[in-house]
Nanobody, 127 residues
Framework: QLQLVESGGGLVQPGGSLRLSCAASGFTLDNYVIGWFRQAPGKEREGVSCISNDGSTYYTDSVKGRFTISRDNAKNTVYLQMNTLKPEDTAVYYC?????????????????????WGKGTLVTVSS
């Protein structure tokens, strides 16, 4: 059974860093696109970043230059390195995936293209 499990969230001060992990099981990441999404309190879930099967990446404007997505196919894990965190980055972060061996999907950062979701990890940026 395909499963995604996020980890690495927590409380961090503004300007700090966190690295989120998304561990996949039940399938291998090679031909899948992995996306990171977040949902802040009272707001809709939004796409943050994704990485394709060929390593191409996408970042939403608000995180460009601060977040870095990467994948380790040998560990079947995708990471989101988050630097220079801001209070507005506070949210539950989810990873999601779908089979897509054709590079970056044109529909990202929309949510509807993803078929499998993790349960999320909470990131709180506060002093």
């Amino acid at each position: 059974q395909l499963q995604l499990v996020e980890s690495g969230g927590g409380l961090v001060q503004p300007g700090g860093s966190l690295r989120l992990s998304c561990a996949a099981s039940g399938f291998t990441l090679d031909n899948y696109v992995i996306g990171w999404f977040r949902q802040a309190p009272g707001k809709e879930r939004e796409g943050v970043s994704c990485i394709s099967n060929d390593g191409s990446t996408y970042y939403t404007d608000s995180v460009k230059g601060r977040f870095t997505i990467s994948r380790d196919n040998a560990k079947n894990t995708v990471y989101l390195q988050m630097n220079t965190l801001k209070p507005e980055d506070t949210a539950v972060y989810y990873c999601a995936t779908t089979y897509y061996p054709w590079g970056l999907p044109p529909w990202f950062p929309a949510l509807g293209g993803m078929d499998y979701w993790g349960k999320g990890t909470l990131v709180t940026v506060s002093s």
